[in-house]
């Protein structure tokens, strides 16, 4: 008996949990099922980490989960390549070629066979069309991304030093992603000074502008007004309610006509699927190219397609909006295809998919951290701070790691990495 084709395009948050917990599944069975994976990056970084690969407070190298590791010690199969289209008739998608930086074709496009198909191709940073956005500024949406930003945040921090300037960043976006950076930012200054780097952090400037009223939308106002306040004692400069019309090389242009000069310029503003989503043979999307799904996560015109995380748009009943683009809902849209998907290749029914708000924490790498516990358990609604909201913040990172690499493995490289602070310079230095 052959076995059943799952084929998860996504190796962010949702779409390597539900590979390798599948995979390991499969193994245990008798390989009922062949799991894979397509990714066009080679290795998973955790995406709320991000921002500190972005700004060098984290090494890349130590925190990336590398896909064929993975898969082999999970038990499903890797390959490497970008989504190019689907044909839902034959139920196949079409990989798109891989080529070398200098042009090289590394592997043809190739086409992948289904009986389930999972899209989880995350989401990225939506310029809505500002000018300029495109040809000046850095987005951090991937590994790759927050790789080169780094190099050239360093580069640019050698040359205010070596040349006697003012590093100026303008950050686009006061959400969590723009929040974070701005703190790691500040971070890697003054901890660079003790390599060396006297006075770089007089020398460098950051701006961090939302369009909103506030910081942080979608925490509670108490948070946002002690997160703008912890910023603005770094020396971050804040602007609320201001809009960019545009970016330039020498910064961004505001609706009031305003100025704001940045040197090094970042877009963490807005939240959209990529586009590829919206022309994926026939499959219904939202404005923001999210695929619409039933509560079951199946895609609304195709049963045999999925769509979990960031890239798919699912308003539960009773409710006005769609989920939000977070990784809690990843996580909770993961598990929930894992304890099911299996029954249904055997053709039962999936349950409605229901979502617990267990809240959300935002960090100042080493300077504070503040969570609203939301909606469920004991202390629903509370806020905290401090260390327990560090704390709170990196068990996040580490039972993410643990569902990846079992308890103990996972236990491990918590060890290693605790090792390292010790052991390794707190900032990137190569």
Same mark, same amino acid.
């Given at each position: ?132 956005? *495109? %040809?000046?500024?850095?987005? +951090?949406?991937?590994?790759? !991304? /927050? ?5 050239? #945040? =360093?580069? @640019? ?59 942080? *939308? %979608?925490?509670?106002?108490? +948070?946002?007004?002690?997160? !703008? /306040? ?5 020396? #971050? =400069?804040? @602007? ?71 890239? /798919? ?118």
């Amino acid at each position: 008996m052959q076995p059943q084709q799952i084929v998860i395009v996504g190796g962010g948050v949702a779409g390597l949990e539900v590979a390798t917990a599948l995979g390991r599944r499969s193994a245990r069975a008798g390989r009922t099922m062949a799991v894979t994976l397509v990714d066009r990056d080679s290795a998973h970084v955790w995406k709320p980490m991000l921002h500190t690969i972005a700004a060098g407070t984290r090494d890349v190298s130590q925190q990336q989960t590398t896909f064929l590791a993975q898969a082999r010690d999970a038990g499903f199969t890797y390959q490497p390549g970008e989504l190019a289209g689907l044909d839902r008739a034959t139920r196949e998608l079409r990989i798109a070629p891989l080529h070398a930086p200098d042009g090289r074709l590394l592997v043809p496009a190739r086409r992948l066979a289904y009986d389930a198909l999972v899209l989880a191709i995350g989401s990225e940073a939506n310029d809505f069309g500002t000018p300029g956005v *495109a %040809a000046h500024c850095f987005k +951090i949406d991937s590994r790759l !991304q /927050a790789d080169a930003f780094n190099r050239e #945040v =360093r580069l @640019r921090m050698l040359q205010c030093l070596a040349q006697d300037e003012t590093l100026s960043i303008g950050i686009v976006g006061g959400g969590a992603t723009g929040v974070e950076l701005a703190a790691e930012l500040v971070q890697l200054a003054q901890a660079a000074v003790a390599y060396g780097a006297q006075g770089l952090p007089a020398r460098l400037s950051i701006t961090l502008i939302e369009s909103g009223p506030r910081l942080l *939308a %979608a925490f509670p106002q108490d +948070i946002s007004a002690a997160t !703008q /306040a912890r910023l603005e004692a770094l020396g #971050v =400069r804040v @602007r609320t309610a201001t809009r960019v019309t545009e970016a330039t090389a020498d910064g961004f242009t505001l609706a009031d006509g305003g100025q704001v000069t940045a040197s090094l310029k970042v877009w963490a503003a807005g939240v959209k699927a990529p586009g590829l989503l919206a022309r994926l043979d026939g499959l219904e999307a939202s404005h923001a190219n999210q695929l619409l799904v039933h509560p079951s996560l199946q895609t609304t015109r195709d049963p045999r397609i999925f769509a979990i995380g960031d890239c /798919a748009s699912l308003t539960l009943p009773g409710n006005q909006r769609p989920l939000p683009p977070t990784a809690q809902v990843a996580h909770q849209q993961a598990q929930h295809l894992i304890r099911h998907l299996p029954g249904w290749l055997r053709g039962d029914k999936i349950p409605a998919f229901s979502y617990r708000d267990f809240g959300a924490l935002v960090s100042l790498g080493d300077y504070d951290a503040f969570g609203s516990l939301g909606k469920f358990g004991l202390f629903k609604g509370l806020t905290i701070r401090g260390r327990l909201a560090q704390l709170s913040h990196a068990l996040l990172y580490r039972s993410h790691q643990a569902r990846l690499f079992g308890f103990w493995r996972g236990g491990l490289l918590w060890l290693v990495d605790r090792l390292n602070t010790r052991l390794r310079a707190p900032i990137r230095l190569d």
